[in-house]
């Protein structure tokens, strides 16, 4: 018991170090997709972005540290261009990071001199270069697949992708894609969603992988895959006290979306079913009606852009007692994602808490979509 009370007081001092800290110096810090983002660029960076071999990769990073401590120390080595801090659900550090700089020489310089340095006694941080893997494997695509046609999907899947490469098997029955992403980030994006994308879309079950040179990965390698942009949501015993859930704001769901807005909010080169029905079909108004999440779900069905795709982050409990989460929506056929932030009293269980950050999230697409 008194080791849990000294680790809560420590846990609130390093916080308030950090804030004091981002009021001091005027940082600005990004919490996004399961990791916390300084830069990318920084403020009066000139030029363009770092190209490869100037990230560092960090890990044992103990998990009461944060930017407060870490940015300053990793500077010392060289100019910043990008630090991302991964956190999980509650609010700690998920003990690793990655650090870019300006070019080789300054990320050389980080992993010579802060390579086992000791933040605190006995808990050595690691620092080496990160293998910043921009490359995805597909397994499992079905014969004949056109690499053009692959391609356009991808890219309606996700961003930056810069090329896709086919191998065939023996007879030509087993087809693997390499794709090629213009950052790890991106790359990483697109493996969170594309297997799901593809089953709910084309009803097919592909593999994806990092493509890797080397039949066997890297120690370094297999710790650096252990990033994932999203993070999972934790036993319900984490939650603050149980309180009801608020009901779900009523949503006009008379009204069809705008078809002119939603045509061109469609990726170049997307073509939904041009002999779908322009407005959504009638839902009668009965005693248990369709939730927004099922009514986006028939909106994206009726318009044939592929199914919503939900990413969470839990940010941070208010006074008010609050719990307040990212979204990122992906509409595949759509240019863009829908990104915000929702306000949620805290449930009985992390699936109620799931689908009330995604219902809250479909109701202002919804009221995106209905708008002129």
């Known amino acids: 018991m008194m080791e849990v009370q000294r680790k809560q007081v420590l846990d609130q001092e390093s916080l308030a ?13 990004v919490q996004v997709n399961g990791q916390r983002k300084y830069g990318g660029p920084p403020p009066d960076w000139t030029g363009p972005p770092p190209g490869p071999g100037c990230e560092v990769f960090i890990s044992q990073i103990p998990r009461d540290v944060y930017e407060d401590k870490l940015i300053p120390l990793f500077q010392s080595a060289g100019r910043l261009y990008e630090f991302r801090l991964m956190m999980n659900f509650s609010g700690q550090n998920r003990g690793f990071a990655y650090a870019k700089y300006r070019d080789p020489q ?3 310089a980080a992993i010579r001199s802060l390579h086992q340095y000791q933040l605190h006694q006995g808990a050595p941080l690691a620092v080496r270069r990160s293998t910043e893997k921009r490359q995805l494997c597909l397994g499992d695509l079905p014969a004949g697949v056109d690499r053009e046609r692959l391609s356009q999907v991808l890219r309606s899947l996700s961003e930056g992708v810069e090329g896709v490469s086919l191998k065939f098997g023996k007879g030509g029955k087993r087809v693997t894609a390499i794709v090629h992403y213009s950052t790890h980030y991106n790359a990483s994006m697109a493996k969170k969603v594309i297997c799901e994308a593809f089953k709910r ?5 592909i593999t994806v992988k990092w493509f ?25 015993k984490g939650f603050p006290k149980q309180c009801p859930l608020p009901p779900c704001r009523p949503l006009d769901r008379d009204r069809p979306p705008h078809q002119e807005k939603f045509l061109n909010l469609l990726a170049p080169g997307f073509s939904p079913d041009t002999r779908c029905p322009s407005p ?36 941070h409990t208010g006074s008010n007692g ?7 929506v992906m509409i595949p056929g759509f240019r ?4 915000g932030v929702a306000q949620i009293l805290p449930g009985t269980s992390a699936p ?18 209905t708008q002129p």
Not at 363 to 369: F, N, Q, Y
């Open 17 to 29: 170090s950090l804030e004091s800290w981002v009021q001091k110096t005027a940082t600005k810090l």
């Open 352 to 369: 109620l808490l799931r689908s009330e950050v995604q219902r809250a999230a479909a109701e202002r697409i919804l009221k995106h979509l």
């Open 201 to 205: 879309r084309f009803g097919m079950i």
């Open 212 to 236: 890797s040179f080397s039949s066997k990965p890297r120690q370094d390698e297999e710790e650096e895959e252990e990033e994932e942009v999203g993070e999972t949501f934790p036993a319900t």
């Open 336 to 339: 863009f994602p829908y990104t």
């Open 280 to 315: 959504m079909p009638r839902v009668d108004r009965t005693p248990a009606p369709m939730d927004a999440v099922a009514i986006l779900l028939r909106v994206c069905e009726v318009f044939k852009v592929g199914p919503p795709l939900y990413e969470l982050q839990f940010l």
């Open 322 to 328: 609050f719990l307040y989460f990212a979204y990122r």
């Open 106 to 108: 300054s990320a050389a």
